[in-house]
Each structure stands twice: as C-alpha cells, then as structure tokens.
C-alpha cells in the first residue's frame, strides 16, 4: 500500500489505514472469500509512505473456475483505492 500521508515523520493523529481482499466468482459475482476490511496500523512505519502488506486466501479456499481478485485499501479521512485482477485456478 502507499499512503503519502506517511512521508511526514509525525502522521496526522487520527490516521488509520485499513486494507481488505475479496475473491469474487467471475461469472456470478458471488463472493468466495473476504477477509473482511483489517488494519495495517502495525505495519507502518513512520516517514515511510509505503506500507508492505501480505495477504493470502486459505488453502483449499477455491475450487477449478475463473476469479476476480479484489484488493481496496482506505484511509480514515477518506480516500480509498480498488484494485482487481483476474485469476484462474486449473
């Protein structure tokens, strides 16, 4: 994640970051996984914009078909970004 607000060594008090992933059915929209929106805050680092963050669906989690990968991450004065990428599992 990148959060400009970071490049200040003394962020904004009431800054919270938060980042959630979903896996969707291509084909139907359903969802097959949410990991639910999670924050970052221990993952940051002071005078750093960029916030390095892992996440991963659990094994056994999806089955032979076509997905979309959605990543969003927000902030708490607003600002939020939506990412996807397609995913196939053979």
Do not use: C, H, W
């Amino acid at each position: 994640m990148y959060e400009p607000l970071l490049l200040n060594p003394i962020p904004p008090p009431a800054l919270t970051v938060a980042i959630q992933l979903r896996v969707l059915d291509r084909k139907t929209g359903e969802a097959k996984f949410d990991s639910g929106l999670g924050s970052v805050a221990d993952m940051v680092k002071p005078g750093n914009p960029v916030i390095p963050v892992g996440l991963q669906v659990p094994p056994g989690t999806l089955v032979a078909g076509s997905y979309r990968l959605e990543l969003s991450g927000q902030d708490s004065f607003g600002r939020s970004i939506k990412r996807s990428a397609d995913l196939d599992v053979e």
